[in-house]
T-cell receptor, first 115, second 113 residues
Framework: DGGITQSPKYLFRKEGQNVTLSCEQNLNHDAMYWYRQDPGQGLRLIYYSQIVNDFQKGDIAEGYSVSREKKESFPLTVTSAQKNPTAFYLC??????????????FGPGTRLTVL | KNQVEQSPQSLIILEGKNCTLQCNYTVSPFSNLRWYKQDTGRGPVSLTIMTFSENTKSNGRYTATLDADTKQSSLHITASQLSDSASYICVVSSYSSASKIIFGSGTRLSIRP
């Protein structure tokens, strides 16, 4: 069963805590992305990675961190520095990141709620 | 400023009826435009992709049009079904890096029996 998976589906966090969202793909894609989705807004890019051991900040990277140690995995850490972390987080992958023609395949998302 | 505007924000129609969703963009230089379907609480799934030279593309009951001169696109859904209830997102890409993929805020479509 090929695809992109995210875990957990729901996550609750107390203020001041760091949390890590998992994203795994078995599509052999080079590029991976993290987006944040808020009600009434388009998806906003947090971080992206075009190749292993390399990643770039997106439009709203402050308060987030990522790593890309393996081609299949691109975890996102939401740190306590992120002032408004409650949102729906989507991970995506594509064959490559350099050509915007390549379709992005999305995971099922993680809904993070700060208590 | 690169922007993608979608209308209407939400739409309710009866099962079996047709509808058209609109997308206007100012992204430049233009590479391609995709329509995604996003079910509630799920990730978006691509419906169609259109490049500069394409005017119309169909995927089953979904037909997308593109007017690159006026920078407008539409998604027409024919003979709607209850399973069409979802958000439809217009996404415009530029000839650049990943940061030049602009998402619209979507149209929330509800199909009533």
């Amino acid at each position: 069963d090929g695809g992109i998976t995210q875990s957990p589906k729901y996550l609750f966090r107390k203020e001041g805590q760091n949390v890590t969202l998992s994203c795994e793909q078995n599509l052999n894609h080079d590029a991976m992305y993290w987006y944040r989705q808020d009600p009434g807004q388009g998806l906003r890019l947090i971080y992206y990675s075009q190749i292993v051991n390399d990643f770039q900040k997106g439009d709203i990277a402050e308060g987030y961190s990522v790593s890309r140690e393996k081609k299949e995995s691109f975890p996102l850490t939401v740190t306590s520095a992120q002032k408004n972390p409650t949102a729906f987080y989507l991970c995506a992958s594509s064959m490559s990141g350099g050509l915007s023609y390549n379709e992005q395949f999305f995971g099922p998302g993680t809904r993070l709620t700060v208590l | 400023k690169n922007q993608v505007e979608q209308s209407p924000q939400s739409l309710i129609i009866l099962e079996g009826k047709n509808c058209t969703l609109q997308c206007n963009y100012t992204v430049s230089p233009f590479s391609n435009l995709r329509w995604y379907k996003q079910d509630t609480g799920r990730g978006p799934v691509s419906l169609t992709i259109m490049t500069f030279s394409e005017n119309t593309k169909s995927n089953g009951r979904y037909t997308a049009t593109l007017d690159a001169d006026t920078k407008q696109s539409s998604l027409h859904i024919t003979a709607s079904q209850l399973s069409d209830s979802a958000s439809y997102i217009c996404v415009v890409s530029s000839y650049s890096s990943a940061s030049k993929i602009i998402f619209g805020s979507g149209t929330r479509l509800s199909i009533r029996p």
